[in-house]
Nanobody, 122 residues
Framework: QVQLVESGGGLVQAGGSLRLSCARSGRTSRSYAMGWFRQAPGKEREFVAANSWSGGLTYYADSVKGRFTISRDNAKNTVYLQMNSLKPEDTAVYYC???????????????WGQGTQVTVSS
C-alpha cells in the first residue's frame, strides 16, 4: 500500500503563489509516476500536472501551463506543485496521486491523497 499526504494549501490573493507538497510513504521502493488533480465544487475532478518517476517527462493541463510546475525529490519521496500567478478559477481541492506510469487519466492512478484546499480570492 501507498499513503499520500498533501500539504501547503491555503488562501491566497489572485496573482499570488503557493507550493503544494505530497509526501509518499508505504511501498517507497517501487517507482511511481505522480500526478496532481483538482476538483472544484460541483465539477468533476480534472488533471493538472504529472511527471514520470525520473522526472524527465512531464504533462500539464493547458489551463495551468506556464504557471504551474511539478517537480519531485525521490530521495524524500515527495512531489511538489509550484503554483504561480494564481487565478480565482484555480480554487479547488488539490489531490496528488500515484500511478505505475505517467498519465493524464484519473483512471490510471491507483493511490490518492486526501486533498488540500486552495482558495484564490479576487
Amino acid at each position: 500500500q501507498v499513503q499520500l499526504v498533501e500539504s501547503g494549501g491555503g488562501l491566497v490573493q489572485a496573482g499570488g503563489s503557493l507550493r503544494l507538497s505530497c509526501a509518499r510513504s508505504g511501498r517507497t521502493s517501487r517507482s511511481y509516476a505522480m500526478g496532481w488533480f483538482r476538483q472544484a465544487p460541483g465539477k468533476e475532478r480534472e488533471f493538472v500536472a504529472a511527471n514520470s518517476w525520473s522526472g524527465g517527462l512531464t504533462y500539464y493541463a493547458d489551463s495551468v501551463k506556464g504557471r504551474f510546475t511539478i517537480s519531485r525529490d525521490n530521495a524524500k519521496n515527495t512531489v511538489y506543485l509550484q503554483m504561480n500567478s494564481l487565478k480565482p478559477e484555480d480554487t479547488a481541492v488539490y489531490y496528488c496521486a500515484a500511478a505505475p506510469g505517467i498519465s493524464k487519466s484519473i483512471w490510471d492512478y491507483d493511490y490518492w491523497g486526501q486533498g488540500t484546499q486552495v482558495t484564490v480570492s479576487s
